[in-house]
């Protein structure tokens, strides 16, 4: 597993440009059906589940849930929670090395956002902080919240919040809060204007994303569409803030990856690159699109989905 994130750098790297993001995403769907001939739909499926879902506003958590029960993928590597977060750690790359060059400037501005906190807490005069100390400051405050809840809940988020039922509800209301968000509020605020009273009420709606079916980023755009952060900014912090996170998860679940029997590793590995590489996909698409069309278009298809999922339900009930 250790090597998946050098193998595919230099592709991620490259995706932000028109013509570069054709031909990894031609790269990638002529990989992801050569795999699927050679017998690994399920991983393959999972992780294109994983990457889309983590960074459009639909829920992957929910649809990481609901694949495997449409399909009756029951048991095995495939309807495991450690599965689940390997293809997180996919997505995960995604993030850090679509937005290398964020981070960069981010940890530059570590020493300046550290010192202007503790002048601010003795009281002391403080400096105007850079534009990236600011969006690093709104980043750590964010993280805040979701890391709290995040092992407070974890076992409940678990074990009593994974029913069909309650993910159609969650995405249904989640789809029409997005939509108010979007469609009500004026777009007045940039990403270097998120104030820590924003990035506070943001951080707080990530936490509530444990629940299956609410979206980690769709919880995080909505607040941030609610505060007038317009739509790429409210993207792109949301993007921002799930790394810290997600990197957390990642290593709170550490040990339950190294333990991957060696048969499944290959199911891993290829779990991991699918997610990777559709996650930088989802990013640079998602990034294009609310620019010119907004959201409406996803509120929809969670509404839809929460439909099929509760007649699916009924049905089989």
Not at 144 to 153: K, N, Q, S, T
Not at 187 to 199: F, M, P, S, V
Not at 204 to 227: D, K
């Amino acid at each position: 597993m250790q090597k998946t994130p050098s193998s595919i750098a230099p592709a991620l790297t490259g995706v932000r440009s028109r013509p570069a993001f054709a031909i990894f995403a031609g790269i990638t769907a002529i990989l992801c059906i050569l795999l699927v001939f050679a017998g690994y739909v399920q991983p393959v499926v999972m992780g294109i589940v994983q990457g889309l879902g983590e960074f459009l506003p639909i829920s992957s958590s929910a649809h990481l849930i609901l694949v495997p029960w449409f399909f009756n993928w029951r048991g095995g590597v495939i309807d495991s929670l450690t599965f689940d977060v390997a293809l997180h750690l996919g997505t995960l790359i995604a993030l850090l090395i679509y937005f290398w060059r964020e981070w960069i400037d981010l940890l530059r501005a570590l020493p300046g956002a550290l010192q202007w906190a503790l002048r601010k807490l003795r009281g002391a005069p403080t400096q105007p902080r850079t534009q990236s100390e600011h969006v690093l400051s709104a980043i750590i405050i964010a993280t805040i919240p979701g890391a709290v809840f995040g092992v407070l809940l974890d076992r409940l988020a678990e074990s009593s919040l994974r029913s069909p039922l309650l993910i159609a509800v969650t995405l249904a209301s989640m789809g029409v809060l997005l939509y108010l968000a979007d469609y009500r509020q004026p777009q007045t605020k940039a990403l270097e204007q998120i104030g820590l009273r924003d990035a506070l009420l943001i951080g707080l709606s990530q936490a509530c994303a444990l629940i299956p079916g609410v979206s980690r980023s769709g919880a995080t755009i909505t607040m941030g569409r609610w505060l007038k952060v317009d739509r790429v900014s409210a993207t792109r912090f949301s993007f921002l803030m799930s790394a810290p996170i997600t990197a957390a998860a990642v290593l709170f679940k550490l040990e339950d990856i190294l333990r991957i029997p060696p048969a499944d590793v290959d199911v891993f590995l290829i779990g991991v690159l699918v997610s990777a590489a559709v996650g930088a996909l989802a990013i640079r698409f998602l990034l294009s699109y609310v620019r010119k069309i907004g959201f409406a278009g996803f509120a929809a298809y969670r509404l839809a989905l929460a439909l099929v999922v509760a007649l699916v339900y009924f049905l089989r009930a």
